[in-house]
């Protein structure tokens, strides 16, 4: 065949690909929530750390660049929180805020945004979900990280200056920093991940993602020094953890650890003192880190990879679990404690299962919100 006529070729087989391509992903967005499939880009904003850019906002999420349909003007209920709230790893109809509006029979806007803490969530309660007028407001408190959210947050923005009791020092704030891309073809990964539905749906949908996901989980112990994996095949549990970096967050020694948790509280103050001047019942949902919840399994198990890690994170959580919950009795703040109900589901398959992800998958998601209706019924019967 003459160059002419291969390159020819070649170019019209690229153009039917790209149409094809595109004629796919026009379908996709037609039938399918591209807020379920694409990834959040995030651009520096000088109160909150980081907002939604722009070309997120075109991308199924509402005007305020929050996981649903629309901005309302009223709601029932509206839930503030981090990733565990916007519902990482599931679609929005399986994140808890939506599955909490299923039980109640409410309206519930879910201001849920991954990488946020209390700092974010103060801001957003004064600016944004008052003007919903609702009438219960229910904060996503993940015990995993919003501590360092809150001490990297305040120590790295001016606006969040006058929290600081410590002396000042060089903080980084952005949470959301994306590694620089070494190769063309990592950034264009990146860039479709944002963009693509198609793409999202070939390469990290539920048949392909799950068969990746548990490969990593059955070989992380060979190639992590970083992953535990654990395997109860009785008990339908095939999981993996990270305790390494949540013990770095939870570590009761550590200063700017015990310095996010009392920014944390003062913020959880401030935000019931301005619910109750405006009639508005507050709650403090209290998630707890995967460890905490697979204690019974990982706990005082010396032929596991990182046992003295993984025992020494769950010493800490406790502890920091009990001053959470002493400052929110002492504050009058309600509280809901999901871990009992989590840990009562275990053989459910409550993760995602990725030795790369830790959040709750659909029916993790769907226990937390189970678990707030049941409390939530329970205290409006009183």
Not at 105 to 132: C, D, I, R, S, W
Not at 160 to 179: F, G, Y
Not at 289 to 316: C, G, W
Not at 365 to 371: G, H, K, L, S
Request: net charge neutral.
């Amino acid at each position: 065949m003459k160059p002419k006529v291969l390159l020819s070729n070649l170019a019209i087989a690229a153009l039917s690909c790209a149409i094809g391509f595109l004629l796919s992903e026009f379908v996709a967005r037609r039938v399918l929530s591209p807020s379920d499939y694409l990834s959040v880009e995030m651009i520096q904003d000088d109160i909150l750390g980081a907002v939604p850019s722009p070309n997120t906002l075109a991308g199924g999420f509402d005007e305020w660049g929050f996981r649903n349909r629309r901005v309302p003007k009223a709601s029932d209920i509206v839930a503030i929180g981090d990733s565990h709230t916007y519902g990482n790893t599931a679609s929005m109809r399986d994140s808890w805020p939506y599955v909490l509006g299923e039980l109640t029979g409410e309206t519930v806007y879910n201001m849920g945004m991954g990488g946020y803490g209390p700092n974010q969530y103060f801001h957003l309660l004064k600016t944004k979900a008052l003007q919903l007028t609702p009438r219960t407001v229910v904060l996503g408190l993940y015990i995993g990280d919003d501590f360092e959210n809150a001490y990297l947050i305040t120590y790295g923005l001016p606006h969040w200056a006058s929290l600081r009791l410590l002396p000042t020092e060089p903080v980084n704030s952005d949470i959301w920093e994306t590694p620089p891309t070494r190769s063309w073809h990592k950034g264009l990964r990146v860039w479709l991940s944002r963009n693509s539905v198609v793409y999202q749906l070939l390469f990290h949908g539920p048949l392909l993602g799950r068969l990746q996901g548990e490969t990593q989980i059955r070989t992380a112990a060979m190639g992590s020094e970083d992953v535990v994996s654990l395997a109860v095949p009785e008990k339908n549990i095939l999981e993996a953890f990270r305790p390494k970096n949540v013990l770095r967050v939870l570590d009761q020694d550590s200063a700017s650890v015990r310095e996010g948790m009392r920014i944390t509280f003062e913020l959880l103050a401030g935000m019931n003192e301005i619910c109750v001047q405006n009639d508005v019942k507050f709650i403090v949902l209290v998630i707890p880190t995967k460890e905490m919840v697979f204690a019974e399994y990982i706990e005082h198990q010396p032929h596991l990879p990182l046992s003295d890690v993984i025992d020494r994170l769950l010493v800490n959580e406790r502890q920091a679990r009990t001053k959470t919950f002493e400052f929110l009795n002492h504050a009058n703040i309600v509280f809901i404690d999901v871990l009992p109900a989590l840990r009562n589901s275990l053989s459910n398959q409550l993760y995602v299962r990725t030795s790369t992800d830790m959040h709750p998958n659909r029916n993790g998601y769907r226990v937390i919100a189970q678990a707030a209706f049941r409390d939530l019924t329970a205290d409006a019967q009183k």
